[in-house]
């Protein structure tokens, strides 16, 4: 059992803490400090605003996206308020994680997070104290617990994904074509360079919403870390798994934008809409990874629904609300 003074103030401020989890190798290059390490952030309970659909026996672990860190103190307090207790983890080599050294976001597999998604939990002791554990994760974070669900069943009540990545911007058959190509390179050349495909435009959506973090270099990039054959193989065998069918063994509610825009030059429509994925896909690919999945898609959300502006945010938070009142409460 974790002692409270492992835990220390956050950078997020006031009611918010963090502590490190140690990790074993994986194998993949690091730094010369040892083995990477993941960092767990929690927010500190305040007494509940909201009675109705109280939330009092709910544990929540956020997973955010690529390129991405924990700093969503709102979307924290909207559990808090309503008396879950709120965790995020910093996945190995991302955020509060990332070390001198270490290829930014890097991994060969997504299962090599369920060392710290079991050792996050560990922490949490929510199977101890007869809690439930709500899964909520943002892109890349949604696709590694969707497969974290569906090799656990049972371990969730409740998974909440915010625009997971769960299909190829190129779609199946496109998904289909590169697989073998990627997956060649990424034998010899795991670490390879990719060609840069962020152009910087959902940064400049969110900083034109105003809802853009101010991040610590190198945590948040404009333009997105760069990309490497050893990842994004483990990142389309992911897609390919959801893709012949998954069961996370709980209900899911999946948020999306009602609709996407291209990615390659800048549009006002970056603003209101996912620039990032196509959401159609990604809706068609949520039907595969459950047997009960909600699927609400919201006007003017962009990716990462809860960075919207404020009248789509207020859908978004108003579905979760509606569906942990009736899976979990």
Known sequence: MVREEEWVADLLGAGFERRPLALSSDGAPGSSDGPPCAMLVRSLPSAPTRIWGSLRNVDVLYVHGWSDYFFQSGLAELFTSRGARFFALDLRR??????????????????????????????????????????????????????????????????????????????????????????????????????????????????????????????????????????????IAGHARVAAGVDVGCPALVLLSSRSVSPLRWDDAMTAADSVLVVDDIARAATRIGELVTIARIDDAIHDVFLSRESARRVAEAHVEHFLHAVVR
Request: charged share 20%; proline share 9%.
């Open 94 to 235: 991302y955020g509060r994680s990332l070390r001198a050294g270490e290829p930014p976001g890097y991994t060969a597999s997504l299962e090599v997070y369920d060392e710290e998604i079991e050792a996050a939990l560990e922490v949490m002791a929510t199977a101890d104290t007869g809690r439930r554990l709500v899964l909520l994760g943002h892109s890349t974070g949604g696709l590694t617990l969707t497969l974290w669900a569906a090799r656990h069943p049972g371990r969730a009540a409740a998974l909440v994904l915010n625009s997971p990545w769960l299909e190829l911007q190129l779609g199946p058959l496109g998904r289909q074509a590169v697989a073998p190509l990627v997956g060649a390179r990424a034998r010899w050349d795991p670490l390879g360079a990719h060609p840069v495909v962020d152009l910087g435009y959902y940064t400049r959506a969110q900083r034109e919403i105003g809802t853009l973090p101010q991040a610590p270099d190198g945590w948040r990039p404009e333009r997105g870390f760069p990309t490497h054959p050893g990842w994004l193989a483990a990142v």
